[in-house]
């Protein structure tokens, strides 16, 4: 029974200490979602509205990692929380041709993201499909099926606290593992260390003094080496891990100057990497897909070509790059996707058919 | 110089994501039910479109691209559906096809009542304006 006691003791200690913001975000939602679910008696909306609101502004309080907010920061801020709220009155809208309304702003403000990660093509195509032709027919259904008044439809909700409590349970896990794998805070108690050694060391002088400092500098190039091994093929990595063996050269020399340098040159590649976390490595295996779409998935992201801001640049031709791609590597999912089409078409006539039974003479009264 | 690190997106992919699901759950309008899934699927879209544009190729835009197609279709079929169910029940609820559960699972029973519809106001009734006046054949016409 002792394991089982420590085994929950950590789980408190990682969901109301480490990760309290994570669990605020994930308990207001779940919290909100529930209070706004239609439901048949009158409803305290203003509770729920405001949780949820809550859980939004904390949840992009999180994610403001930015030294400084430059247009794009600014532009995904705005689209992403019209896409979650109006996500939310999807969930949560008693009149389901509000809710198909709301369903068009989450698509819309999508495509607004996808103008954001360079995908132009695909920001039209969304819109067109999604926000025109789906929305559309999905209002003429309503307007053919819609009854007048309150129906169970609308005003009841199937275990409401049962799913929003599933709802948020996956997405809670979901943000613990993005959390995890994208926090760069011990990256920067590392880089703030080496700040601070470096200083002492421009300022120390007795012997035994720069001994020690020299051996918390040896220390710190194993650390640097530990976080080079999260990202192995970067030419930044490279470099840290090489350190390593210098900084043991210069340790037996008992050169603080150098020892310095290093440090501040580390300190320097070490920022390159803070930039490229969050970009995606290649598998070992060749990839069967040829390069008409942008790198093939086998190059290291140390061949990539990058722009400025250390993301990979992306062809400049966004839909003749996709049409090749399409129509060279994808030709069979193509023809695949129009056959699917095809028979989608034919399959929704057959069961639309109101047949013999259903003729207009005996539908009259 | 700095950039929005490849997270932000996927955390608004999967808040969409879970979102949509927790409709879908939760709903009981049909149609609803079926835009909470296409909303699950544009959480997905985000995702394969963030994870193209960190790799620097166009492959996760060719798979939305089929996340597109596979979408319009379900959309054509499910609405047939949906229509053939409405037809036959003549409601968008779900609940009304719960005969379908397995035999030893108990029926939900909805116990709360519905609020009353509200009154319709009265249609406006138009007061007679005077007496109606004689038609002369010869006038009417031209």
């Not at chain 1, 590649?269 to 008409?292: D, F, M, W």
């Not at chain 1, 722009?307 to 992306?314: E, G, K, S, Y």
């Amino acid at each position: 029974m002792g394991s089982l006691a420590t085994i929950l003791r950590r789980i408190v200690v990682f969901l109301l200490v480490d990760n309290w913001r994570i669990t605020l975000v994930m308990v207001a939602g779940a919290a909100a979602v529930y209070l706004l679910l239609p439901r048949p008696r009158a409803q305290k909306t203003v509770f729920g509205a405001g949780l949820g609101l809550l859980a939004v502004l904390v949840a992009g309080a999180l994610l403001v990692g930015m030294r400084a907010v430059n247009a794009e920061a600014f532009l995904f801020y705005a689209f992403s929380a019209t896409a979650v709220i109006a996500g939310g009155l999807l969930v949560t809208q008693r009149n389901p041709a509000r809710a198909a309304l709301s369903f068009a702003l989450v698509v819309l403000s999508t495509c607004g993201l996808f103008l954001l990660l360079a995908a132009p093509f695909l920001a039209a195509a969304t819109a067109i499909v999604y926000a025109g032709a789906i929305v559309v027919t999905f209002l003429f259904v309503l307007m053919l099926a819609q009854q007048e008044g309150p129906s169970d439809a609308d005003y009841r909700s199937r275990e409401p606290l049962l799913s929003a409590i599933a709802g948020f349970i996956l997405l809670g896990v979901l943000l613990y593992v993005l959390q995890a794998n994208f926090d760069l805070r011990p990256l920067d108690k590392l880089l703030s260390a080496t700040d601070s050694l470096i200083g002492q060391m421009e300022r120390a002088t007795a012997t035994n003094e720069k001994n020690q400092l020299l051996e918390r500098a040896v220390a710190l190039t194993k650390e640097y080496e530990k976080l080079a091994e999260t990202q192995p093929d970067l030419p930044a990595s490279r470099y840290l891990r090489d350190a390593v063996g210098r900084a043991d050269g210069i340790y037996t020399e008992g050169d603080v100057a150098r020892m310095r340098d290093l440090l501040a040159s580390m300190h320097a590649r070490a920022r390159e990497l803070e930039r490229s976390v969050g970009t995606l490595r290649p598998s070992e295996e060749r990839s069967t897909l040829s390069e008409l779409s942008g790198p093939a998935s086998s190059r290291q992201s140390s061949e990539l070509r990058r722009d400025r801001t250390a993301r990979p640049a992306m062809p400049a031709e966004n839909t003749a790059h996709l049409g090749r791609s399409l129509f060279s590597d994808y030709l069979l999912a193509v023809e695949l996707g129009g056959t699917l089409l095809l028979v989608a078409t034919i399959g929704a006539i057959a069961i639309a058919d109101r047949g013999p039974a259903a003729s207009p003479r005996r539908r009259l009264p | 110089m700095s950039t929005l690190p490849l997270h932000h997106y996927l955390v608004v992919g999967a808040v969409l994501f879970a979102l949509g699901m927790i409709g879908f759950l939760a709903r009981r309008n049909l149609i609803v039910m079926f835009l909470c899934v296409e909303m699950m699927l544009q959480g997905v879209a985000l995702n394969l479109v963030a994870f193209a544009r960190y790799r620097g190729n166009l492959q996760g835009q060719s798979f939305v691209l089929f996340i597109l197609t596979v979408a319009a279709c379900e959309a054509g079929i499910a609405l047939a559906l949906v229509l053939t169910l409405y037809r036959s029940r003549h409601t968008l609820d779900v609940s009304a096809w719960q005969d379908l559960r397995e035999a030893n699972l108990e029926p939900t029973i909805d116990e709360e009542p519905l609020p009353a519809e509200p009154e319709a106001a009265p249609e406006p009734k138009l007061t007679p304006a005077g007496i109606e006046p004689v038609h002369h054949e010869e006038t009417s016409h031209v």
